[in-house]
């Protein structure tokens, strides 16, 4: 596939930053695309993109200068690794139909897929997200999307926005979404009937509250995530003014942080997706300068991969049977001897399904989903839906 199409690159001098006279900063280590001149992509490479279309907004107009207004601040920065490297695609043309934009998007994440190269989105509006589960779709790929967001984004409407976008990817026909996850909903924006709908969908989704008093849930939904889709207006107002819905609620900018990093450090996740940046109603840049921080986390983050998933490196994890009696059944977790994180084995009965994941998935988990199996004799909630979406 031929993505120059699509790419417009950017120029790094008009974005203003001064490099520091006393640190090697990232924007040394970003390597600019150059379409039409046969650049090459290199496998496993670190991408990142802009899409500054704006045009599926929900009353929060002005996101298209966003990704280079974050440039400025990220390139900026210090390298997080020696080994940094970086090479930034430029940024998506808008086409001339909202849809246009969402059929370049896809394939240059069919790009990325197809190279095994993890990808950075700076939107741009959220219901970008669908553009990027298209160029999965692409690949033929199953996959799960983690939403960081203080609403869930599946209200009826007759175009995609960025308040319908996952209702549209969930009416995909054939349909190559295996499970999402919402981390940090605000219930007053939300309300039951939503939330009993996703239940009944059989994802997932955590309160504001108790993802912050439990951050490590965060970091096992995201690290089953190959795709991470942010909203900037979960993270409140007094860290991220730059949003037409700001709310004196939401994630610390730290968190916000800790959060990209666990998405770096996922092998699982190839895609990260930061949207709802406002440039015209943001202040000084606080924004801007806060998301440039988290993709410096991510980048980070990348850059630490353990490479401990059981089924990578059986060798790397210890192996934990616990016996369920009043379920007449075995449940299998296992621990990384490198990080200390967890998971535990889904059996998959379904023939259809066992073409992806043979006879058993490996799900992330938390030491407190261990302990309720293995102390109380009980199901963990999260192993339940996914059981019952790979065998239903």
């Known amino acids: 596939m031929n993505i120059d199409l699509y790419l417009k690159p950017i120029d790094t001098d008009s974005l203003g930053y001064k490099p520091s006279e006393f640190a090697a900063i990232l924007g040394s280590k970003v390597k600019l695309y150059q379409p039409g001149t046969g650049m090459e992509i290199p496998e496993k490479s670190l991408l990142l993109v802009g899409v500054g279309d704006d045009r599926g907004a929900e009353n929060n107009a002005g996101c298209s200068n966003s990704p280079d207004e974050i440039r400025y601040y990220l390139y900026q920065l210090t390298t997080p690794s020696k ?21 370049a998007l896809s394939e240059v994440v069919a ?5 095994d190269c993890v990808l950075i989105i700076l939107g741009g509006t959220q219901d970008l997200t669908f553009g990027a589960y298209k160029g999965y779709e692409r690949m033929n790929r199953i996959m799960n999307i983690t939403a960081i ?3 869930f984004d599946i209200e009826d409407s007759d175009y995609i926005s960025s308040r319908s976008w996952l209702k549209n990817i969930i009416m995909q ?6 499970f999402s996850s919402n981390i940090g909903y605000q219930t007053y924006f939300v309300g039951e009937d939503y939330i009993r709908l996703m239940d009944d969908l059989r ?7 108790d993802v912050q008093h439990e951050m490590v849930r965060a970091e096992t939904l995201i690290r089953n995530a190959d795709m991470v889709s942010v909203d900037i207006s979960a993270v409140r107002q007094s860290d991220a003014p730059g949003n037409g819905f700001p709310s004196p609620h939401g994630f610390y900018g730290e968190e916000f942080c800790h959060m990209m990093r666990f998405a770096g450090m996922s092998e699982k996740t190839n895609c990260l997706g930061i949207f709802e940046v406002n440039s015209v109603l943001d202040r000084q840049g606080q924004t801007a300068h806060m998301v440039a921080q988290g993709v410096w986390f991510f980048i980070e983050g990348y850059y630490n991969r353990k490479k401990d998933n059981p089924l990578m490196d059986p060798d790397s994890c210890r192996r934990f049977m616990v016996p369920l009696e009043k379920h007449n059944m075995d449940i299998y977790f296992y621990k990384s001897k490198i990080s200390d994180r967890w998971w ?8 259809e399904m066992q073409e992806l994941y043979s006879n058993q998935m490996l799900l992330p988990c938390t030491y407190a989903d261990y302990q309720q199996a293995s102390t109380k004799g009980e199901v ?3 192993w339940l839906k996914y059981y019952q979406r790979l065998n239903g």
């Open 149 to 151: 967001d203080p609403r």
């Open 173 to 178: 026909v054939p349909n190559y979404l295996f």
């Open 203 to 209: 994802f997932d989704a955590y309160r504001l509250a």
């Open 380 to 382: 963990p909630l999260l």
């Open 344 to 351: 535990v084995s889904v059996p998959c009965h379904n023939p």
């Open 111 to 115: 790009e990325a897929i197809e190279k």
């Open 83 to 103: 080994d940094t490297e970086i090479i930034d695609l430029g940024n998506v043309i808008e086409g001339q139909t909202p849809e246009d934009t969402y059929y």
